[in-house]
Structures are given as structure tokens and as C-alpha cells.
């Protein structure tokens, strides 16, 4: 009798895997044979002593690791080499498209004399960024100073003023579709509009409407020159517009998508506590969009770094002037790369270019270490 | 009555209940009774109402601005566009603006050139996407997370940093010297059919499949290919609408790239054609806005219509992305 004991005890070790692996798992368990041999041979035993035979029960208090199920795999997807051919197209794309262009780019700004033509340089150097940053001259002629004087401030400009403007008014104006009832769907549409247009259809309405005989002039009985020929500091006026005004819809949508997942209860919480309405926005709203708003932030500070087509498309140059600009003073530093990729000027495209990467990562990176304590999840 | 209101769950009203008829219930700091408080409350609720619609419909009617005015501007006469009393309605309605779009800025031409390259772009989109989303959703295979968060780190590269070295590349390829409308075709189509977010998207979705559904397609002796085909696709199938609307819209407003690659003015896409120089009249060097905004109003409306019938998946593709920060 301890004899079989020990028999069935070893026998529930070694059972039990194939009892739970037979419901949901049959394809991929390997049978393990001796198991199996043992299993029938012990089943039939008949025990002479008691004159019975010998069901095997798995007893209640057995524990749990006992029973885990191991060695069990999906062995169908385990083909490695299946899985690599699923992937090749896209590899093989990724690499030519993105990752060569993206090691070339640094290659080429920290390369000296690089001719694209021949593929030549003179060794490694900071030379491009000296060009372009007015440190270094460029070449025999003058100096570069178009970066420094107009891409940079430009950019930063549009940065900071659309970004934080933008933010706020989608988010009063979520605030406010999220309140009201009827025609809610329809304006939420309006809303969203924007979005569905082309950039550069819409940059040459605004450019009509911002026109020295246009609307906005004969509305507010102005005579200024916004767009053609402007002062600088003025045209940034119209861009800036177009730009909050071609970045709401997105905000919106993804500001109440956030404002409808909040639970009501704060917001009776807060009526019971008779806080205001301003009150309630700023201490239950914004700090439960938070993930959204730091969303929002990070998405809209990369696409104001890399605004280009609402200049295209308002000014039709880099400058006030059009196409025939001699300044380009409304030009943004990825106008500036564009531009010089065009002209030849492939190193002081590419400096350029690595300037704006580090610019985005380290704008990312302190984001993400901000809102790591202003977050509220 | 308590038996009453514990079944009908009403409750009890004061002024019927009360004692004394003349006794009002009243707030004690205040001094206000009930009633003049909820009245107030009631006239605040529907003045904050009528300020918040009256807000919302200034801001919409600035939002809608831009269309109506691309309209009307699409049907004046130049005089009345510079006049110096502007109207917000045409005086005279100039359809001739539209068939001039037609002949003269060969609005045809580059709608044939952008349709062309966003079939071709959206389908090898779609196929790549499609495979790539598979193996990282469904496929085990040594390396498979650190490929996926290589992919995932290539979307924090900006396109910009790209276009240096695609030029060149693709110029190696031999599709910039000696232009045909093939080469264009391919200069525009192949640097973009693969997406990494659109793979990123679809991943997410193809995950949601349960299990138990692979398993079982595999103990009816399906192939990994034929699951993918006749399960995870049609499953799928609202994100790759998204992806494919997506997509379109991205290549009908696609500028920079078109304009860098192609030689010719007559391979270009929409976008480009828009800001081409077609508009400014040869005599006087003025842009005529009424063409160009007959113009804006064409390349618009099929984004338009576009919305109209797929807004639902356009709205979900878009709002996908900031789900959970």
C-alpha cells in the first residue's frame, strides 16, 4: 500500500499538466511519452489487497506550484524566421527612409567640405554649426547670419505665442461645448473643420482676408499692410492666427474626448462645496486633463518648431516680400533647411537640421521630467 | 404616508405639510427663502447658458470665416475683391472663375497626379502596416521588443531631419535626373509607405483580438496568413479605414516633398499647383484672387466631402492618438 502511495503521488506530479494543458491549450503540448506510459499502466492496477481497483483522484490539498503548467509553447509562432519576413518590407524601408537619412543628416552637418555630388569631406569638424550659428565665416565670401537673425527668433516666437494660446482657447472652448446641450454634435463638427482642409488653400484665404484691401482692414477701418511687403513683427500678427486657428480642431477633439472621461461626482463635489466656475476649471478640470494638456504640449511645441507651410503658403516666400525677397525675414529654421537643401548649401541644411533634433529632444525630455510632478492621473 | 412614500419613493412637500400656512422656510445667514434662491439659481443657469452659446457661436462663426470667405472671394469680379467697400456678398456671381481654374491651372492634371500617388501610397501603407503590425502583435520572436521600441523612437525624429538625405537618395535611385512621370510617381509614392504611428495604431488594435481566437483558427488548420487575412483584417477594419482617410488627406496636403522632387511643374501634387504662379496675371503682376480662390475652393470640397461621409473614423483616427497620454 505505501508502495502505490508513493506511486500516486508521483503520478499527480506529473499528471497534472496534461489535464489542465488538454482544455485551451491541445495544439501546442508536446506529449510527454513516458508520462503517458505510466498514466495506462497505472490505471488498469488492480490492488490485490484491498480487492479494488485504483482510481486516480488528485487529492484537494495539493499545492499549487505543483500543477503550473510548463513547457508549453506556441509553437506555431515561434518561427523566428516568419516573423523577420513579415517584417522585412518594413525594416528594409525603415532603414533606407529613416534611420540612413537620419545617421547621414548628422554625418553630413558634422562634416567638413561634404559635396553631395562626389560624397567627399575633409574630416569632422564644427564648422557648419559656426556658419550658420555667425561664428564662423562662410567660405571666402560673407557671412550666414540668416539663421540666427530671422529662423531662430521666428520660430521661437511662433512657439511661444501659438502653443500656450492655442491650449487655452481649446480648452475654454471644450469646456464650453461640453457644457451645453443643444446643437452640441453639430458645433463639436464646426469645430473640427480645420482640420479637413488644405493647409495651403486655407494659408492663401487667410492671406485674401489679411490682404491691404482686404476684410480685416475694412472691418476695423485699418490701412495696415499685413502680408505683402509688411513689417516683420506685424505679419507675424495674421501667421500667428492662421496657425492657433489650423491647430484647434485637433486640441479640441482630444480635450473633450478627455473632458467627457471625467467623473461627474467632482464636479457635484464641487457644487456641494459651492466652488465657483472658474474655481472648478482650474482645481478639477486642468488637473484632470493633465495627461491631455501635457499631450497637447508636447505635440503642438514639436509642430510650432516645425512650422513651414502656413509661410509657404501665406507668404509664397521667405519673406514679407514673396518670392522675391531678398530678406527672408519670415523664414523658420525648417524654411532655413528647406531653403538651403534647395540652393546646395547641403551641411548648413543638415547643421541646421541636427540643431532642430536636439532642440525637440531636449523641449520632449524636459516636458516629460515637468510633468512628471504635475501630472495628476 | 411614510408607507406611501417608501413605495412611490415621493417625498414630502413642506408647503403642504407645514402647520402653519404662513410659515416660510428661509436660509438663516442669508435671510433668503428656499424658493428665491432656487429662482436665482434658475436665471443664473440660463444667463451662463445663453453667454456660453453666444461665446461658442462667435468663435465657430471666426472658425467657419475662412470657408465663406474662399467662397464668395471664388465668385467676385477682381474690382469688387479690392474695392475699397467690401462686400459679403458677390454683386455680380462670376462662375467664369471656375472655368478659367479648369483651363488655365490644369486643375485636372494635378488631381490626376495627387489621386495617382495616394492610391499608391495607401496601398503599400496599408500592406506594410498591415504585415508589420502582425508580427509584432501576434508573432514570437528573439529581439521583437527592442525592434518595436527602435520603431517607436523613430517617430520622435522630425520628418525634416529625413529630407536631406532622402533627396539624395532617391536621386541615387537615378528618379531626379532625367525626370519621367514615373520617377516622380516613385520619388513621391515609396519614401512613405511605411508609418510608423499607423503601425503603432494597428498593433494596439490587433492586440485587443483575444487569444483564444488564433488558437482556435489553428486547430482548424489555418495558416498564420490565412488568420491574418480572413480574422485579424476584417476585425481591424475600422482602424484601416482610419489609416487609409488618414493617409489620403495626408498626401492631398502634401507640399514640401512633392515641390523638392519634381522637376517638372506638371508632375507635382494639388498643393503645389496651388501655390504655383499660375494666379498672377502676366500684365500686371498681381495675384488675381478670384482664381486662386476658385481654386483653394476646388482642392477643399473633396477633403470635404471626404469628412462628410468618413467623419466618424477620421474623428477616432485623429482623437486615438492622445487617448491616454
Redesign the interface.
Known sequence: MKALDKVLNKLHLKKAPQQTSGG????EAEPDTANMFDYTHVEDRYDSESNTIIRLVSPNNRKKKDYAVKGIE?V?????W???L??G???I??A???????I??IF?AFAKDYS?ATGTFKGITLENFGIIFHIVQAGAGGWEENFIKYAIPNTLILTFVTVPVSIALALI?SV??N??KWFQKF?Q??????????????G???S??F?Q???IN??FNSNTVWIYGANRWVAMIPLCIYIV?HG?P?KI??LL??LQGIDKQYYQAAQIDAAG?AKTLMRITVPLLS??I???MITSF?GA??E??SV??MF?GPGTLGQNSVIPDMETV?YY??QN??KGF?SR??AA??F??VL??IF?FIQMKVSKTR?HY | MAELARVNKTYIDFKKERVNPNLVLSIEESGKTVDAIKKTEKVMKII??VF??I??LV??L??????Y??II?SLKQRTE??????TFFPKIVMWTNFSYVFSVFDFTNYMFNTIIVAIFSTIGTL??TV??A???A?????G?DA?FAV?LM?M??????????????VSAFGWISNQTRIDAYLCMI??F??S?FH?YLLRQNFKQIPN?L??AA??DGKS?WSFLWQVMVPLAAPTLISITILKF?GT??S??WPA?VTKKEEFRL??NG??GSAFTNVDTNEVE?GY??A???C??VP??L??VFF?KY??RG??R?????
Open positions: 485551451t491549450k491541445l495544439m506556441d506555431a509562432s515561434k518561427n523566428n516568419k516573423a523577420w513579415y517584417l518590407p518594413v525594416i524601408l525603415i533606407i527612409f529613416l534611420l540612413y537619412p537620419l547621414n543628416t553630413i553631395y472652448i464650453a461645448l457644457s451645453i458645433l463638427t464646426v469645430f473640427f473643420l480645420p482640420y479637413v482642409t488644405n493647409a495651403v488653400a486655407i492663401l484665404v487667410f485674401v482676408i490682404d484691401h482686404g476684410v475694412f472691418i486657428w484647434l485637433f477633439l482630444i474626448s478627455g466656475k495627461p491631455q501635457l499631450y497637447l514639436i518648431f516645425k513651414y507651410t509657404v503658403s509664397n525648417v533647411v528647406y537643401v534647395e547641403t541644411a543638415a537640421a541636427v532642430l533634433f525637440i529632444m520632449t501630472v | 451662463s447658458t456660453t452659446y461665446f461658442i468663435l465657430a471666426g472658425v467657419i470665416f475662412p470657408f470667405w474662399m472671394t475683391i479690392i474695392a475699397a467697400n467690401q500592406l506594410t504585415f508589420a502582425f508580427a509584432f501576434r508573432l514570437k520572436f528573439k521583437r525592434v520603431f523613430t520622435m525624429i522630425p520628418g525634416e531631419m529625413m529630407v536631406i538625405s532622402n533627396y539624395l537618395t515609396v519614401p509607405v511605411v510608423v503601425i483564444e488564433y488558437l489553428k486547430v498564420d488627406m492631398w496636403n507640399y514640401v523638392l494639388i498643393s496651388l501655390r484672387y486662386q480662390m481654386a483653394s475652393f482642392v477643399t477633403l470635404f471626404l469628412f467623419r477620421i474623428m485623429v482623437g492618438a492622445g487617448i491616454k497620454g
